[in-house]
């Protein structure tokens, strides 16, 4: 589970990366195509979130916070179900653009549900007790 954990973190973190670099290209590969005058609010807000979202699944990964992780990826099943609304209330969406926002919908609750059933390591939390 780790390492598709860590993979979905890059994942994100490259699709917000892509929607600073790439706005337009970004917007398609979501599933929306919008009108913008030239005002790419939504894809600078659409990128930060996923960029923050995927490094911090990284970091607490990669910092043993394996709860937290939990608790995060699980709370954070509401982002793709929103995106899910939101392209499936696209008018002309194509069906083909819904697939990966259920992807990660079914990736946060069965990694999240992973990472909060995972017994606690209770050396590591003598180590920071007694650090503290």
């Not at 005002?39 to 699944?57: N, Q, T």
């Not at 995060?72 to 083909?96: C, N, Q």
């Amino acid at each position: 589970m780790w390492w598709l954990t860590f993979l979905s973190g890059a994942l994100l973190v490259f699709i917000g990366i892509r929607f600073f670099a790439m706005p337009q290209v970004a917007e398609t590969a979501f599933g929306i195509n919008t009108q913008t005058n030239g005002d790419l609010s939504f894809h600078y807000i659409k990128g930060g979130r996923d960029l923050v979202m995927g490094a911090l699944f990284i970091i607490l990964l990669l910092m043993k916070q394996y709860r937290a992780l939990g608790v995060m990826l699980l709370t954070g099943t509401l982002v793709p179900s929103v995106d899910l609304w939101v392209v499936t209330s696209h008018p002309g969406y194509e069906t083909a653009r819904i697939y990966p926002h259920l992807t990660a919908i079914i990736l946060c609750l069965v990694l999240g549900w992973y990472y909060i059933r995972r017994p606690v390591d209770q050396s590591s939390f003598n180590i920071q007790l007694s650090q503290a």
